[in-house]
């Protein structure tokens, strides 16, 4: 199991996650097409260079997002989460495109006991993901339910 315990995590401990991940068109078309989202800017090559900023298409911040919290989860909560709980503050400050590396890291924030579960614990990560040049691309708050070590539980 490569996910840790909640009695395992540390506040301030952070995970710099040695998976990272070239973006492709396929990626963010196939995205778009599974999650009916038609907007031009992921789809339109001519629109976006012709009408928009950026000058080519934005790959879909859904897909950003969940590339960002899937690749911190072998470190992570892989085999020890319950639940994901939410997803808070998710922010978009810089474009991703076609062909942009992302690299991921987490920081646990917050650790509290359960109220409701003796066996676990909720924690909060924050994701941050990084492009080939280092530029923040997306960042958000997560939460999730976590199992406590069962030395911890008993």
């Known amino acids: 199991m490569a996910g840790l315990f909640f009695d395992e995590l540390e506040v301030g ?12 068109e396929t990626d963010n078309v196939m995205f778009c097409a599974m999650t009916h ?7 339109d090559e001519e629109y976006c260079r012709e ?3 950026f000058g080519q ?6 897909f950003t997002l969940g590339l960002m919290v899937g ?7 892989l085999g020890t989460a319950i639940a994901n709980l939410g997803w808070d503050e998710v922010r978009f ?3 991703v495109f076609h062909g942009d590396t992302l690299r991921i890291e987490t920081e646990v924030a917050e650790l509290r006991e359960s109220k409701s579960r003796p066996n676990a614990g909720i924690v909060t990560f924050i994701h941050r993901a990084y492009n080939q040049n280092e530029v923040l691309v ?10 406590k070590s069962p030395a911890a539980s008993a």
């Open 51 to 53: 009408e928009t900023e």
């Open 13 to 24: 401990q952070v995970f710099n996650h040695e998976l990272r991940r070239t973006i492709t």
């Open 71 to 77: 690749v911190s989860v072998g470190d992570t909560t």
């Open 138 to 147: 997306a960042q958000c708050k997560r939460s999730g339910l976590q199992l």
């Open 93 to 95: 400050p810089a474009p």
């Open 37 to 43: 989202n038609p907007a031009r800017l992921h789809l």
């Open 57 to 62: 298409r934005l790959v879909n911040s859904g």
